[in-house]
């Protein structure tokens, strides 16, 4: 029901950028909400952020400054975009249907960022 | 943020036994906890919400408690299928943070 998709190699100092697929429900609705999740070897499961139906956003601090998440209702899909990304930044990237818990996930996609 | 602390780091164990895991957070995440389950190569799965809540279709064998900041994740009698990585995660405070991981191992 959700399925990210984005390049998996990014350079240095570049933006990465992924997309969320959202099926079995719409993406701007009250019931639950999204959020973006990822996992690296060397700092675990590390939260990103959330976005609500209305848009309206919440971000990690360590990563506030670089991070963009957004909602395109025309394609049922949600978005991340992280900017001036470094080797730090490789690591599998999750959305997560929240309702109460994160209950529903993507199955994740790996980004790498190497030149 | 809310550090959240597993112990152990790695569990060996045999199929039938009964395993806790234990979740401390620095402050209190009252009881807003949950418990992953993760295969290698997949996505965490939601086990337990609310600290002690199964999610529908988790088996019974598994069962949450605590409240504050200490937690446990208990199976009461291992299975094949359980054989995984477990995570906690509190999702009390806006920054949701999780713990480092509990590898179950077979013995």
């Known amino acids: 029901q959700l399925q990210e998709s984005g390049p998996g190699l990014v350079k240095p100092s570049q933006t990465l950028s992924l997309t969320c697929a959202v099926s079995?429900?719409?993406?701007?609705?009250?019931?639950?909400?999204w959020t973006w999740i990822r996992q690296s070897a060397g700092k675990g499961l590390e939260w990103i952020g959330r976005?609500?139906?209305?848009?309206?956003?919440m971000y990690n601090p360590s990563l506030k400054s670089r991070v963009t998440i957004s909602l395109d209702t025309s394609k049922n899909q949600l978005s991340l975009n992280l900017t001036s990304v470094t080797a730090a930044d490789t690591a599998v990237y999750y959305c997560?249907?929240?309702?109460?818990?994160?209950?529903?996930w993507g199955q994740g996609t790996l980004v790498a960022v190497s030149s | 943020d809310i550090q959240m602390t597993q112990s152990p780091s790695t569990l060996s164990a045999s199929v039938g036994d009964r395993v806790t895991i234990t979740c401390r957070a620095s402050?209190?995440?009252?009881?807003?906890l949950a418990w992953f389950q993760q295969k290698s190569g997949k996505a965490p799965k939601l086990l337990i919400y609310?600290?002690?809540i199964l999610e529908s279709g988790v088996p019974s064998r598994f069962s949450g408690s605590g409240s504050g900041t200490e937690f446990t994740l208990t199976i009461s009698s291992l299975q094949p299928d359980d054989f995984a990585t477990y995570y906690c995660?509190?999702?009390?405070?806006?920054?949701?943070?999780f713990g480092q991981g509990t590898k179950v191992e077979l013995k």
């Open positions: 997560a249907r929240v309702f109460g818990a994160a209950r529903d």
């Open positions: 079995g429900g719409t993406v701007n609705t009250n019931t639950y909400y």
């Open positions: 976005i609500y139906g209305t848009g309206s956003t």
């Open positions: 402050q209190s995440v009252a009881n807003w």
């Open positions: 609310k600290a002690s």
């Open positions: 995660q509190q999702y009390n405070n806006y920054l949701w943070t």
